[in-house]
């Protein structure tokens, strides 16, 4: 339920001109412009923002449809008014009711080609090439206008608005490379410095890839994700060279390489032993993403053993994973470390039940993310797993959606777990008993029962607040919540 204050903002973001409002109250008046869609009070709020930063994400917060067409008019409001505060600023003395230095808009779902959401990257980068063109022209014709006088570079150089620092996650896909490219290289030197520490790329060629990151700052990127399923290994490894350069690299996400592909095949064991060598390389990296990708199956080890350092976070969904793969995991120097594991999409009946116990049992005491999503995960199986679960006494977060679990079992579930006093979030599935025979003339199926389903879900809402957990959240919608990821553990 929204506060008072929540609702006299709204009050307030109804009228425009906005009137003049105490420093305070502009956090919650943007977060409400922002989920009403009002992209001009948004305009107006950064034109005469009070505070030096501006944290985007910090402000709106986790919205379950970010791809709401009020969402992208927003972010896009948000920028141009940026825009306009820098161009104005060159016309006129920079107004002292804006103080705004740093625009952090980091965290924001982004779609780098804008086939479904505004890409906040495209956007940016648009306006960085716009902001160095117009400063081009003013720095041409602006002194001609002081008519030679002895004072002309300061009244110029009086006339400049501050810098203003820009941190974004770059997204980058076929049609908004040319554009982002042109950014990168106007990017030293233009009115705003963008700073990146997340870099997606999606879709391109190898080559560009390469041409990107040696145009990056090497000192800021943290985490890098290659979402690329046309090509497989040899093309991964004309990259992977290349990110030795970025020290500070955490995280690397390797997603659905060779999906589509036909270079990976398991028997190309060389590529394999390549691409593991290379990650060896990445000496500060912590959290390795290889959901979707082709190859792994009975060679995990073969990517892992040169790794430097030990992994904190490791997701391997949808991967086919062998049993010895979890067996590796358990046996190596990684599993006192991990903090966060992702096994999503592989059938726990397919022998991975014991392999994945004792790999529990390995970093029980460091483990805080697990998700078992879409795993085949029964009453049996569950009930397998539970003594090793609360084992595990540090976690946070666990996800078992998708997967073919009783009402019963859940609820028993729930009071087992509520001595793991920091578990946090509890993805949890529609229990099948929650599901009725329908037929459609010669064919029958399972669909949801909806009002059963309601029972239960308040059944299970009521044993989460009789226990006094206030902290605590069982939910069976996956856009509700947003969920942790490595940085935010």
């Known amino acids: 339920m929204d506060s008072l204050v929540f609702h006299c903002a709204r009050h307030i973001v109804a009228q425009r001109p906005l009137p ?31 505070f030096p930063e501006l944290h985007f994400k910090r402000l709106v917060g986790h919205l379950e449809q970010w791809s709401d067409d009020p969402f992208g008019d927003c972010i896009r409001a948000v920028i141009q008014a940026v825009v306009a505060h820098r161009q104005a600023g060159r016309a006129r003395p920079p107004s002292s009711r804006c103080r705004l230095r740093v625009l952090d808009m980091t965290g924001i779902p982004d779609d780098p080609d804008e086939s479904w959401f505004c890409s906040s990257s495209k956007a940016l980068a648009t306006a960085c090439v716009e902001l160095s063109k117009h400063q081009q022209e003013f ?18 150089a009086a006339l400049q608005p501050p810098g203003m620092d820009v941190l974004i996650d770059l997204h980058v896909g076929k049609y908004s490379y040319e554009i982002l490219y042109d950014a990168l290289q106007t990017r030293a030197a233009g009115p705003l410095r963008l700073t990146f520490r997340e870099f997606h790329l999606q879709d391109i060629s190898p080559s560009k890839i390469v041409t990107l990151l040696e145009s990056l700052d090497p000192s800021c990127l943290w985490r890098v994700g290659l979402f690329c399923n046309f090509f497989g290994f040899p093309e991964l490894l004309e990259i992977l060279p290349h990110l030795s350069r970025f020290p500070e690299l955490r995280s690397l996400k390797l997603q659905d390489i060779g999906m589509y592909g036909q270079h990976l095949r398991p028997e190309s064991p060389n590529g394999i032993r390549d691409v593991g060598r290379q990650l060896g390389m990445l000496s500060s990296l912590r959290e390795l993403n290889l959901a979707g990708t082709r190859g792994i199956s009975g060679n995990l080890s073969q990517i892992l053993c040169d790794l430097q350092d ?9 991967c086919s994973l ?3 793969d979890l067996t590796f995991l358990s046996q190596s120097f990684h599993a006192p470390a991990l903090k966060r594991l992702d096994l999503s999409g592989h059938n726990i009946s397919q022998g991975l039940l014991e392999p994945l116990r004792l790999l529990l049992e390995e970093f029980s005491a460091s483990l ?19 003594p090793t679960l609360l084992r595990c006494s540090h976690l946070r977060f666990l996800g078992l959606y998708g997967n073919s679990l009783s009402t019963a079992a859940l609820k028993n579930l729930l009071q087992k777990t509520l001595e793991l006093l920091d578990l946090h979030l509890v993805v949890y599935p529609s229990p099948k008993d929650c599901y009725r025979l329908e037929l459609w003339g010669s064919v029958s199926g399972l669909i949801e029962d909806e009002e059963l389903l309601a029972v239960t879900t308040a059944e299970i809402s009521q044993l989460v607040a009789n226990s006094g957990r206030t902290d605590l959240i069982w939910t069976h919608n996956l856009d509700s919540h947003e969920i942790p990821d490595y940085f935010s553990l």
Do not use: M
């Open 310 to 318: 030990r992994l904190e976070s490791l997701e391997l969904s949808y």
């Open 322 to 324: 062998h049993p010895a």
């Open 368 to 386: 805080l993310h697990l998700d078992l999503t879409d795993c085949h995960v029964d009453d049996s199986h569950l009930n397998a797993l539970l």
């Open 139 to 156: 720095q041409r014709h602006r002194p001609k206008q002081q008519n030679g006088c002895s004072g002309a570079s300061t009244a110029v």
């Open 20 to 50: 003049a409002l105490p420093p305070h109250l502009y956090p919650v008046i943007f977060k409400v412009a922002f989920r009403d869609g009002r992209a001009l009070v948004l305009q107006d709020l950064v034109a005469t923002w009070p």
